[in-house]
Nanobody
Framework: QLQASGGGSVQAGGSLKLSCAAS????????MAWFRQAPGKEREFVAG????????SYSDSVKGRFTMSRDNAQKTVDLEMNSLKPDDTAIYYC????????????????WGQGTQVTVSS
């Protein structure tokens, strides 16, 4: 249902763009989000919107550096990541939820396969 792409390796201060393509039937009825999971850590919310208004919220750790955007016609959601830090190293997942403005992982119905982002110092 969700296919993520765009991960890779970059040096600190660099940029990467992740993309997620959805094949859900009514894309506009889903809140979309990006999560990440670093080795030995829990999956954490990075950025997400709500199906009622698509306003994006961000975790404090990425605010000002990451930008999430969605294209309802193409059924895609992107995550532009700038000023990357080694702490951003993780597997990144896109996710879809029927709950408006969901931020907890357990509220998401569909998950992409994950894409690795590695930031070296």
């Amino acid at each position: 249902q969700l296919q993520a792409s765009g991960g890779g390796s970059v040096q600190a201060g660099g940029s990467l763009k992740l993309s997620c393509a959805a094949s859900v039937r009514t894309f506009t009825r889903y809140s979309m989000a990006w999560f990440r999971q670093a080795p030995g850590k829990e999956r954490e919310f990075v950025a997400g919107d709500g199906w009622s208004g698509f306003t994006v919220s961000y975790s404090d750790s990425v605010k000002g550096r990451f930008t999430m955007s969605r294209d309802n016609a193409q059924k895609t959601v992107d995550l532009e990541m700038n000023s990357l830090k080694p702490d951003d190293t993780a597997i990144y997942y896109c996710a879809a939820s029927t709950t408006d403005r969901a931020t907890r992982a357990r509220l998401f119905d569909y998950w992409g396969q994950g894409t690795q982002v590695t930031v070296s110092s």
